[in-house]
C-alpha cells in the first residue's frame, strides 16, 4: 500500500513527466487501451468515477471522487484509490492514494503538452488556479524548464505560497499577468469561465486542465474556436471537457482537434506555425493514472521508497 505521501516520494516530477509521455506513445499505438471513464454522481455533493486501463503486465482500476463542497468540511475535493493487478493472472499487487497519483498525472501532462505544442522559445508560464493540482502543474512546468511563471488564484495565500516555493523568476500576479504569458495552465473548478476571445494572444499555448465533466468549462466557446484544437482523448474530450460545449453546439468535429499521442508520436503538427494560439484540453486519462502507478510501484520494488502491506 502506498498513501499519499509514499507516492509522492516514490515518483518526482521529472519522473512523472517521462512516465506520462510514454503512455501516450503506447496508447497511440495500441499497446495500452482505456475503456470509457464511467461517472456515478451524488448529487447534489458530487460524483465519483471509474477509470480502467491496462498495459504492458499490468491493468488499475482507479475509484477517485470529485466533492466541491468537501474543503469546508475539512475534507479534499478529490479521494479515491487505486488498484493496480497482474494483467497476466489478475491478482492485485497494490493500492495506492488516488489523490497523489491525480496531480502528479495531471501536472505531468501539462509538461508534455507545452514542450509539444507550445512554441520552442516559449519561456514565460501563468498559472490559473494554485491548488492542489495547480500546484503540481506549475511544479512540473519548472521540471521541464520553465522558469518564469506567474502564480494567479483568488486566495492570494495559495498563489503566494507557490510562488515563494518555486522560487526565483516565480510570481504572484493577477488575471491579467497570468493570462499574457507564453504558457497559460488554467487548473480552476470549470464552474467559471476564465478565459475569454480577448484574452488570447498570438503564439500562445493554453492547458486546460480544470474541466473534467460535463457543463464545465475554464474558457468561452469563442476562445475555444480561435485556438488550434488538441486534446487528450477525444470521447472524453468532446462530452466532458473544454471542448464540450462548441461540440454540442456543432461548431467543433472530431477532424478538427488533433489527438496528443499523435503529436508525440509525429504523426500530426503540434501547431501550424509560431503565430498560432494552441489550446490543450485535458480530461484525465486511466492510462496516466497507469503510469504513474506503475512508477510508483518500481520505486517501491527497488526500495526507493518503504510501502505499507496488507493481505486480503
Not at 521529472?14 to 454522481?41: C, N, Q
Not at 503566494?160 to 516555493?165: F, H, K, N, T, Y
Not at 487548473?187 to 503564439?203: C, E, K, M, N, Y
Not at 496516466?288 to 510508483?296: G, I
Request: one cysteine or more.
Amino acid at each position: 500500500m502506498l498513501d499519499h505521501d509514499t507516492v509522492l516520494a516514490a515518483v518526482s516530477p521529472a519522473a512523472a513527466i517521462e512516465a506520462t509521455r510514454d503512455a501516450f506513445l503506447r496508447h497511440h499505438r495500441g499497446d495500452w487501451v482505456m475503456p470509457s471513464k464511467v461517472y456515478l454522481t451524488s448529487p447534489p455533493y458530487g460524483d465519483f468515477r471509474a477509470m480502467p486501463a491496462r498495459g504492458g503486465e499490468l491493468a488499475l482500476l482507479k475509484w477517485v471522487t470529485s466533492f466541491p463542497g468537501n474543503p469546508a468540511r475539512g475534507l479534499p475535493t478529490v479521494s479515491g484509490v487505486v488498484c493496480l493487478s497482474d494483467a497476466r493472472t489478475g491478482v492485485p499487487l497494490a493500492l495506492l492514494d488516488a489523490r497523489a497519483v491525480t496531480a502528479l498525472r495531471t501536472g505531468a501532462v501539462a509538461a508534455v503538452a507545452a514542450v509539444a505544442l507550445a512554441r520552442a522559445d516559449a519561456r514565460t508560464v501563468g498559472i490559473v488556479g494554485c491548488g492542489l493540482h495547480g500546484a503540481w502543474a506549475a511544479r512540473c512546468m519548472a521540471a521541464a524548464g520553465y522558469d518564469d511563471g506567474v502564480c494567479f488564484d483568488p486566495r492570494a495565500q495559495a498563489a503566494a505560497a507557490l510562488a515563494d516555493e518555486l522560487g526565483h523568476g516565480w510570481r504572484v500576479g493577477e488575471l491579467p499577468a497570468a493570462l499574457a504569458c507564453d504558457v497559460v495552465c488554467c487548473v480552476t473548478p470549470g464552474a467559471t469561465v476564465v478565459v475569454q476571445r480577448d484574452d488570447l494572444r498570438p503564439g500562445q499555448h493554453l492547458n486546460m486542465l480544470g474541466a473534467d465533466g460535463s457543463g464545465k468549462a475554464e474558457a468561452s466557446v469563442d476562445a475555444v474556436l480561435a485556438c488550434e484544437l488538441t486534446c487528450d482523448e477525444w470521447e472524453q474530450a468532446s462530452h466532458g471537457g473544454e471542448l464540450a460545449g462548441a461540440v454540442a453546439a456543432g461548431l467543433v468535429t472530431r477532424e478538427r482537434v488533433t489527438a496528443l499521442g499523435a503529436v508525440l508520436a509525429g504523426d500530426a503538427p503540434g501547431r501550424s506555425g509560431p503565430e498560432a494560439t494552441t489550446l490543450f484540453d485535458s480530461t484525465g486519462l486511466a492510462i496516466q493514472d497507469l503510469a504513474v502507478a506503475d512508477a510508483a510501484l518500481r520505486a517501491a520494488r527497488e526500495g526507493v521508497v518503504v510501502a505499507g502491506s496488507v493481505t486480503l
